[in-house]
T-cell receptor, first 114, second 110 residues
């Protein structure tokens, strides 16, 4: 499977714990995006990388959130001191510069904070 | 920033009928308009897209139209089938960001 891969698919955690999600983009895709989606809403932009550089962050991304993309390949999204309001689907997407801006999404990580 | 509104939020059609979903956007600089289909438990899947220099695009039973002057675009699905049942999202692309509508839950009744 050469699509965008996300791990884990589901994560249940207690309030105050830290969680980390991983995204493996389509190989050779140089742009990687993180989105958050809550029930009944469309995806909301969090941040994006071009290769290993984090070029843009949404104001939705509080200081408790950090994303990395070492070596411009896979990416991780960490949430520290989780809150119940962090419960959502976290989606990763990738695209290729010059590929017509087409975004390809993974299946997401569903986070539930108890 | 960009604001994308999508209507209706739910839509039920009989199998074989057509379905139309409409979106409006606020920023005239937006130049790329994709449509995504999302099935339960899955990520959004790109089904069709259109750029601001094109007024209409068709791919088999799916078509998208864009009116730049009015800043609205629509998705048309003809000869609907039960497997078309899903949530559909429109989006407007501005620079490196994509702004999504709130989704339309389409149900195709056999």
């Amino acid at each position: 499977d050469t699509g965008v891969s996300q791990d884990p698919r589901h994560k249940i955690t207690k309030r105050g714990q830290n969680v980390t999600f991983r995204c493996d983009p389509i190989s050779e895709h140089n742009r990687l995006y993180w989105y958050r989606q809550t029930l009944g809403q469309g995806p909301e932009f969090l941040t994006y990388f071009q290769n290993e550089a984090q070029l843009e962050k949404s104001r939705l991304l509080s200081d408790r959130f950090s994303a990395e993309r070492p070596k411009g390949s896979f990416s991780t999204l960490e949430i520290q001191r989780t809150e119940q309001g962090d419960s959502a689907m976290y989606l990763c997407a990738s695209s290729l510069i010059g590929g017509g801006e087409k975004l390809f999404f993974g299946s997401g990580t569903q986070l539930s904070v108890l | 920033g960009e604001n994308v509104e999508q209507h209706p939020s739910t839509l039920s059609v009989q199998e074989g009928d057509s379905a139309v979903i409409k979106c409006t956007y606020s920023d005239s600089a937006s130049n790329y308009f994709p449509w995504y289909k999302q099935e339960l438990g899955k990520g959004p899947q790109l089904i069709i897209d259109i750029r601001s220099n094109v007024g209409e695009k068709k791919d088999q039973r799916i078509a998208v139209t864009l009116n730049k002057t009015a800043k609205h675009f629509s998705l048309h699905i003809t000869e609907t089938q039960p497997e078309d049942s899903a949530v559909y999202f429109c989006a407007a692309g501005l620079g490196n960001q994509f702004y999504f509508g709130t989704g339309t839950s389409l149900t195709v009744i056999p």
